[in-house]
């Protein structure tokens, strides 16, 4: 299923003050545009669209300079900037629907609503509980009715759909049509949708001391924490070896339940030990026939995702592959390109290197190669 995503951020936001629109202004150091874009395609959200306003068009290149993003000019209304941007994601199956002004966004999110489309919601959203009592007033402020809370929840975004059930409810209305959201359009034209679990980061920023909240609930006391990995895998039979994701040539193979990529193994038990969440195997047990010849790039991610999850960020890590042969040199370059994309890190915070064992051991007897990998993390207290 392909999934893609529209930010809109045709806005002008003239609410939260300052001279550059508040999508374009900078929260912990990068622009808020940004922290969405990220996180979705740290996700694996294959195609994202910006609808943005015309006037933005130079800010928007800025802000985005190396990012593999697209944009669309968004309409005079909401409604006009959605339709613009479902015209330029003709071939998706799920559509995620997000607003700029909500950089907490993590990879989680968009994995619990990917599930719930799975499970045969044709919409779903974020929605966190409402904590305060709920009152209903008059114009006078006066009290007319208690409203019970515990079935009603303040609703987030992304908000994701089936494309066809999307577009379908956007046929029907006309541009003008005042909706409070997404869900309400879809819900409208008879699409079923649910809640997932939101978060607090997610909160939407709208007035200038928002930012500095947000920023509290983002930044908050932190820690470095790293972590190390080590694997090793037996040669076999095979005419390759995989490691650290790129495939070389060579007169062996590496025997392993997966692709037997020991680079990326000792990476993510490195991830893991950083965010102590256990060793690769509690996540991907060898008995699961699921993992039968796995590419590893699926255990990289999920690793990828729970320091996600944890609000951790990757600072940083090296690999050191341990072998005689297949010289490692010639794909090192193409090794670190491949890590970082997965990892989401620029090229210069990735390292990967080698070295013999000078003919000494397992390792110089040529019986296997053996990897070992740190990883610098940036977690919450
Ligand atoms: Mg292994």
Not at 169 to 189: E, P
């Amino acid at each position: 299923m392909k999934r893609a995503a529209l930010i809109v951020a045709a806005g002008r936001g003239e609410r939260a003050g300052g001279h550059i629109p508040k999508q374009y202004s900078r929260l912990l150091g990068r622009p808020i545009l940004r922290w969405s874009i990220e996180a979705l395609q740290r996700a694996g959200v294959e195609d994202i669209v910006v609808a943005i306003a015309p006037e933005h068009a130079e800010i928007f290149a800025a802000a985005v300079e190396d990012l593999s993003v697209r944009s669309v000019i968004g309409g005079a209304t909401r409604t006009a900037s959605v339709r613009a941007g479902l015209a330029a994601l003709a071939d998706a199956d799920i559509v995620l629907i997000h607003d700029a002004a909500r950089p907490g966004l993590t990879p989680a999110i968009v994995v619990a609503l990917t599930e719930a489309l799975s499970a045969g919601a044709a919409g779903a959203a974020p929605g966190l509980p409402v904590a305060d009592s709920l009152r209903r007033v008059d114009e006078a402020q006066r009290v007319v009715a208690d409203v019970e809370r515990d079935q009603l929840m303040r609703v987030q975004t992304p908000q994701a759909f089936r494309a066809e059930a999307l577009r379908a409810a956007y046929a029907a209305i006309a541009d003008d049509a005042s909706f409070s959201d997404d869900l309400a359009v879809v819900r409208a034209h008879g699409g079923a949708c649910v809640i997932v679990p939101g978060d607090a980061r997610l909160m939407k920023l709208t007035y200038p001391e928002d930012f500095a909240l947000l920023e509290r609930i983002m930044g908050g006391e932190r820690i470095v924490c790293v972590g190390n990995g080590v694997d090793a895998h037996r040669f076999g039979d095979g005419d390759h070896v995989t490691l650290c994701g790129v495939a070389i040539p060579h007169h062996k193979g590496l025997v392993g339940h997966s692709d037997a990529d020991a680079g990326w193994h000792a990476l993510v038990d490195a991830i893991l030990g950083a965010l102590g969440e256990g060793d690769i195997g509690a996540h991907f047990p060898p008995s699961d026939p699921q993992w039968k010849g796995a590419d590893s790039e699926r255990f990289l991610r999920h690793a990828v995702q729970l320091a996600d999850a944890a609000g951790a960020r990757i600072l940083h890590v090296d690999v050191t592959l341990l072998c005689e042969r297949p010289k490692i040199g010639p794909h090192r370059d193409r090794m670190r390109q491949r890590t970082a994309e997965v990892l989401g890190l620029p090229i210069e915070r990735v390292s990967v290197k080698a070295t013999t064992t000078e003919r000494m051991g397992f390792i110089g007897r040529e019986e296997g190669l053996a990897a070992q990998a740190t990883a610098t993390l940036d977690r919450p207290l």
